[in-house]
DNA sequence: CTACAATTTAGATGAAATTCGAAATAGGAG
DNA sequence: CTCCTATTTCGAATTTCATCTAAATTGTAG
């Protein structure tokens, strides 16, 4: 069930910030790494589960290597809420 | 911040389950806990986090405790997935 | 009031997740 | 080839989570 990793990968709020960042751009891992106060083995451990659950895909290009948003995962979970009664109502 | 809880919430394949069932009906925190192989205090724990994160609601009625779905919790994480770029997409 | 049924709370335990520092890898640059 | 930089992988320490049993709570019935 995909939903499951969907969910465990955005259930932490520096897997969900390392999302809001690449809504911007493109960014290498030690740019990314930047924006916390993680060590870079921290967060390329965020990088691999963000990467497993297909929210991120990645790119090298020389030694460094830029990650990209995938945001059609997201369909399942919406899915779920929808069929839950969730999703966007009118009013 | 209610995101950080709603995912906490929904992160377990019981408490998703449990929103499941609550989707048909409103029951009791016996009759919930009869669809799971867990103890009774297992299923009450779960029913907490659901409580908390306000995505259930409660319903007392002799010494019976009914629950019920509160979808507007959602609202939310639709919101912060949307503004991601994962909505609905057109095609 | 007493006894019972439904549910929750408390405390303990094992498993999973997050973090770090150190070591390993990969790929230029000189 | 050798060094350096970017990034990941590994192993250990710490924290958080899910689960159980046992005990407490709440409220109904008799």
């Known amino acids: 069930m995909a939903l499951n990793e969907t969910l465990k990968a955005i259930n932490d709020p520096v897997r969900r910030a390392i999302l809001d960042l690449l ?8 740019e990314i790494a930047a ?3 993680l ?3 921290t967060v390329s451990y965020h990088l691999k589960l963000l990467r497993e659950a297909g929210l991120i895909t990645l790119n090298k290009d020389k030694n ?3 990650y990209s948003l995938n945001l059609s995962v997201f369909e399942e979970l919406l899915g779920w809420i929808y069929a839950l009664g969730g999703g966007p109502h009118d009013r």
Do not use: L
């Open 64 to 66: 460094f290597i830029y």
């Open 39 to 41: 060590a870079p083995a």
């Open 23 to 30: 809504k911007t751009s493109d960014w290498t891992a030690g």
């Open 35 to 37: 924006n916390f106060d």
